[in-house]
């Protein structure tokens, strides 16, 4: 592990997929990481994974779109390590908290709203309980997670890809409101990954399938991720901020 980084990044959605591949990363680039997830036994799980292999970490449970949940999780993040450095915003309603799949007519308006709820509205959120503190130390990074879908449309979930839509939006704008306060905002757009931790055989064939319009023929796996994030929040991205770093093998080109 490298040598250790003042403060604290909070990773939401990370006790599973690949939420849980930006805690390794992280810890082993020498961050504090809080794992915060709905599912506190498996976020408690990976802080001891993470803990006995002698990173800094801290499970916390949060249900990203209450705001006393938030401001409990920035809470017990400054208790434990004094500042926020940093912020990955991966939780969302995808496949731990599953979606339909399905065309534009036949999705419910409960599920809509759930999507936009936790994925947008989350997302605003905890920026809003964790921007403060960044300022208040006159720097911080803030890395939200979009999706490729958003960039070249997918003819199912249309109310996933318009709420990861709504996050390449929302990170330019917040990446022009807090600038001149040395706050980062930039967003990483995934491609089709094999996320899922115990896959069946009809998930891999559909990632499989997604291989054919990739410049990178192979599926991509969640550590084909870590990398962005961790660079997003390394001080070689310090004049960066609005931007969408596509992470696909060359599918989506731009």
Same mark, same amino acid.
């Given at each position: 592990?490298? %040598?250790?980084? @003042? ?5 939401? /959605? ?21 794992? +915060? ?30 705001? #006393? ?18 912020? !990955?915003?991966?939780? +969302? &309603? ?7 799949? +399905? =065309? ?21 959120? !905890?920026?809003?309980?964790?921007? =403060? ?9 803030? &890395? ?16 996933? !890809? ?5 996050? !390449? ?9 807090? /600038? ?9 757009? @995934? ?7 115990? =896959? #069946? ?15 990178? =023929?192979?599926?991509?796996? @969640?550590? #084909?991720?870590?990398?962005?994030? %961790? ?5 070689? %991205? ?8 596509? &992470? ?7």
């Amino acid at each position: 592990m490298s %040598s250790e980084k @003042p403060g604290a990044v909070i990773v939401t /959605g990370a006790a599973h997929g690949i939420g849980a591949e930006y805690a390794d990363r992280l810890v082993r680039d020498g961050w504090s990481v809080v794992v +915060a997830d709905l599912d506190y036994e498996a976020a408690h799980k990976k802080v001891q994974q993470l803990t006995a292999d002698g990173g800094r970490a801290l499970a916390v449970r949060v249900d990203i779109s209450k705001e #006393d949940e938030i401001a409990a999780m920035v809470d017990a993040t400054l208790k434990t390590f004094g500042t926020i450095a940093g912020l !990955v915003n991966n939780a +969302a &309603v995808f496949s731990v908290v599953p979606m339909s799949r +399905a =065309p534009f007519g036949d999705i419910e308006l409960d599920e809509w709203d759930l999507m936009f709820r936790v994925n947008v509205r989350g997302t605003w959120q !905890v920026c809003k309980a964790v921007v =403060p503190h960044m300022a208040e130390n006159g720097y911080g990074k803030i &890395v939200n997670i979009s999706s490729g879908t958003a960039l070249k449309g997918s003819a199912s979930r249309i109310h996933y !890809v318009s709420s990861k839509g709504a996050i !390449v939006s929302f990170t330019k704008t917040l990446a022009k409101e807090v /600038g001149a306060k040395g706050v980062r905002v930039n967003c990483v757009a @995934p491609g089709s990954t094999l996320s899922e931790e115990d =896959p #069946d055989e009809k998930t891999i064939e559909y990632r499989q399938s997604r291989v054919t319009d990739r410049a990178l =023929p192979r599926v991509q796996l @969640p550590a #084909d991720l870590a990398g962005a994030v %961790s660079f997003f929040l390394s001080p070689d %991205s310090d004049f960066i901020t609005g931007q969408t770093l596509v &992470v696909d093998g060359g599918t989506h080109m731009h």
